[in-house]
């Protein structure tokens, strides 16, 4: 007789909530057992199907998810574990209690759950995206997090290795310029304005008492200016050293789990996610973070060397002693550029190796320069005084003409690879990640000019005393402004064609619902819904024109600055009086409205941690940031899926090899594409026995558009071809999910789901039925019919469980 076997279905479905980590960490733990073998004498049925609920990055908790205030946890630790009801779990295994039967807890002990349902199981991992408000403050790193995500973006292009190379290390090489303008940024604040301007001004610094003991009319041993400039370089220090702390503590936490190692061989087609070292960045991300925490350190050395350096010029013991300390400096900086340069990720293998004495030595050696360059800059001289403002101005616009040079050498690539692979769906023609790293270095910019102005203003109240920040900086944030302007006119227009298209839906609605009762009302929300969810399909449309013009704004910004030398009013003065007007008025919003959006982007992020609905409004663009590998910037906010994604395939693999049960991943919006991700992970073997039901999912609309190298077109067919059977539901009212336009496969996409699922009242619908859009996929009748067709075409020759509805289409919407 066929041995018995159990069926697992894994849903992945979207909630929140943040009582996640309370939830998690006092939930009612037991020990795990191994799932022993089936009986080979037990009938086909005598084991029950399986699911395994995992929600989205919202968070939820197990008794919200498994419908039951009693739950256990059957495996994992407080931040990421599988739980069950209590009475599905069983008791756990006794061997000197003959009662137990040696059943272990992971093993189901019914035929099937307390409502005639499978069995289920849920994956609560929500403590790795949410929980502490204060993670919020990843928000302030958005720039790194942004240029990381253009290293993914790149077009596919099979076979083209080195192209491929050189676009990661142009990617690279813009992460590392954010670094040093963070730390320039820093620098610029709290060196030059406060430890020199401020500080070196008896007017301003009588205004702030806390920086009498500086002032040099107290001709204190802090008053020398080179003595001021290394005590204010700890604020620096203090940051860059709180970046390499986040960035290693996160990666100890969450990305330090190694994947499952597989022997077979991976499909050529399948992309990068199919490799074993996918998931699992630790050599390179050890290598980056130390480049970055030099690249920090150095920046801090050099704006204490190089203005010493600049006054001296007798004795000449100390002059001599600047230039060989430069010219260190200088070396070390271009170590740190060849690390970055020379290698990769090595995603064909998981590769364990740390690069130890490169690792440690690259971040000592720039600490042990910082050192000597603050006793350098103390060193006592005499007749130094502190006048005007450091010499800030080539820094930044040099990192400016850097980060533009390197931005367009990224388009040219990209539009290369492009070419040689075009897709039609692809976002921008594969200029999406040259798109996105321009608005990285744009947000850097435009941060460090706006903070650096508002300081600057704080400081000096009058504006008379201080000489202000770098030209540059003042000119990037009145770049604000016009950009603004294009960014609301763009999205009129979106609105007016939203308006049409709203229009042309009511009829299509109308139409729809022959023979019901018209009710204007009714037919205007199902077409404004319809309407508003296209407008995800216009995000190329939006980046495009914000980053042309975020270009050309640019480029006049830095040309201004370095022509005029002058800040935006000052330049204007003498010119027509409506240029002169706004320039002023430019200046004048850029800096205040940086401040406001810094304050807005905190708060926000805060209350998007503690309350459901906030997060659900940028949950989406936060959950496709995180969920990629910190492969070009270390220091941006934590990846969640390399804990995520070897939870899931671990727990896949190792379910399937005991039992040899049948395997349902089921996965809901973002937790589709995890989903997808574990699948490539999987064995060929055990991919075979493993279906697929995804439903209002980004893989295509999303990932696969902006993404096209890893979730492009041949990528989901090369997951199709090498899992068993897959359906994917979609709604025309999700702003999120929908088709997946696999090729040569047009039966994965289910018809559209109808939403609302009755027009008007009736019998079976007595009340209004609302518009779902993107959430409860799941008590769709039409999920539990797909789920049960997946089981019975997985394994044909085993009897699956009978669905409780009839199998009959869900009607189009």
Request: glycine share 8%.
């Amino acid at each position: 007789m066929e041995p018995a076997r159990e069926t697992l279905a894994v849903r992945v479905i979207p909630t929140a909530s943040h009582e996640c980590e309370r939830t998690v960490a006092g939930a009612q733990k037991h020990p795990t057992a191994p799932e022993p073998a089936p009986s080979p004498t037990a009938p086909p049925t005598a084991r029950p199907d399986l699911e395994l609920l995992v929600h989205g990055v919202g968070g939820t908790t197990p008794e919200k998810m498994l419908g039951d205030p009693r739950t256990v946890r059957v495996t994992g630790d407080d931040t990421a574990a599988v739980f069950r009801r209590a009475e599905d779990a069983g008791p756990p295994e006794d061997p000197d209690d003959a009662t137990s039967g040696g059943r272990p807890r992971d093993e189901p002990d019914r035929d099937g759950g307390s409502r005639g349902e499978p069995v289920q199981e849920a994956y609560v991992w929500c403590n790795l995206t949410s929980g502490n408000a204060s993670r919020a403050l990843w928000l302030l790193l958005l720039p790194f997090m942004v240029v990381n995500l253009a290293h993914w973006m790149r077009p596919a292009a099979p076979g083209r290795t080195r192209t491929i190379r050189l676009y990661g290390l142009l990617v690279r090489l813009a992460a590392l310029s954010l670094t040093v303008l963070l730390v320039a940024a820093a620098c610029e604040v709290a060196l030059d304005l406060v430890a020199w301007q401020c500080a070196g001004v008896t007017a301003c610094s009588g205004r702030h008492s806390w920086l009498s003991f500086l002032s040099p009319a107290g001709h204190g041993w802090w008053s020398a200016p080179g003595r001021r400039l290394a005590l204010a370089a700890l604020a620096p220090t203090a940051l860059t050293a709180l970046l390499w702390y986040l960035s290693h503590r996160t990666w100890s936490a969450y990305e330090s789990h190694r994947p499952m190692v597989r022997t077979s061989e991976t499909d050529p087609d399948a992309g990068a996610l199919a490799s074993p070292g996918f998931w699992y960045g630790r050599r390179l991300g050890a290598r980056l973070r130390a480049a970055h925490t030099a690249a920090g350190l150095l920046t801090v050395a050099a704006a204490l060397t190089f203005p010493a350096l600049r006054r001296d010029h007798h004795p000449a013991l100390l002059h001599t002693l600047g230039l060989i300390l430069g010219a260190a400096l200088l070396g070390w900086a271009l170590t740190v550029v060849v690390v970055v340069c020379r290698r990769g990720r090595s995603e064909a293998r998981l590769d364990p190796k740390t690069d130890r004495h490169l690792v440690r030595g690259l971040p000592l050696g720039a600490l042990a320069l910082l050192l000597l360059a603050a006793l350098y800059a103390g060193w006592s001289r005499p007749r130094w005084q502190s006048a005007g403002r450091l010499p800030g101005d080539p820094v930044f616009g040099t990192l400016m003409l850097i980060q533009g040079v390197l931005v367009l050498a990224l388009a040219v690539v990209a539009y290369d690879l492009y070419r040689r692979n075009p897709d039609p769906r692809a976002a921008m023609s594969g200029l999406g990640g040259p798109a996105v790293a321009l608005l990285a270095c744009a947000l850097g910019g435009v941060a460090s000019g706006g903070v650096a102005q508002r300081v600057a203003d704080w400081l000096d109240g009058t504006r008379s005393s201080l000489s202000g920040p770098p030209v540059t900086l003042t000119w990037q944030a009145s770049a604000i402004p016009p950009l603004l302007l294009v960014l609301l006119a763009t999205t009129a227009l979106l609105g007016v064609r939203v308006g049409r298209l709203a229009r042309a839906e009511r009829v299509r609605v109308r139409h729809q619902h022959p023979g019901e009762p018209e009710d204007p009302a009714r037919t205007r929300a199902i077409a404004r819904t319809r309407a508003m969810a296209t407008l995800t399909d216009r995000a190329p449309l939006l980046l495009a024109v914000v980053s042309v013009t975020t270009l050309l704004l640019g480029a006049a910004a830095l040309t201004g600055s370095q022509t005029t030398g002058l800040p935006p009013a000052r330049a204007a003065q003498g010119t027509d009086e409506p240029v002169r007007i706004a320039a002023e008025t430019a200046q004048a919003l850029g800096s205040w409205l940086v401040g406001v959006g810094l304050l807005l982007f905190v708060t926000w992020g805060r209350r998007a941690y503690k309350d459901a609905s906030a997060r659900r409004t940028i949950g989406i663009l936060w959950d496709v940031g995180t969920f990629w590998p910190r492969a070009a910037h270390p220091f941006a906010p934590p990846c969640y899926a390399e804990r995520a994604v070897p939870d899931l395939t671990w727990r896949t693999a190792t379910w399937t090899e005991r039992t040899g049960g049948r395997l349902v991943l089921s996965g809901h919006s973002q937790g589709s594409v995890l989903v997808a991700a574990a699948a490539w992970q999987l064995s060929p073997a055990t991919r075979e026995r493993v279906a697929l039901l995804t439903y209002g999912s980004p893989l295509e609309r999303l990932y696969g558009r902006w993404f096209p190298a890893h979730f492009g077109p041949d990528a989901l067919a090369a997951l199709h071809r090498d899992t068993g059977p897959w359906t994917n539901l979609y709604r025309r009212t999700d702003p999120i999910g929908g088709p997946l336009r696999v090729p040569g496969e047009p039966h994965v996409d289910h018809e559209p789901l109808a939403d609302p699922r009755a027009y008007g009242r009736s019998p079976e619908h007595p009340l209004p039925a609302p518009i779902l859009g993107h959430s409860d996929y799941q008590d769709d009748p039409a999920f539990a019919r797909a789920r049960a067709r997946l089981l019975a075409r997985l394994h044909p020759g085993l009897p699956a469980q009978r669905p409780s509805v009839q199998e009959d289409e869900a009607p189009m919407s």
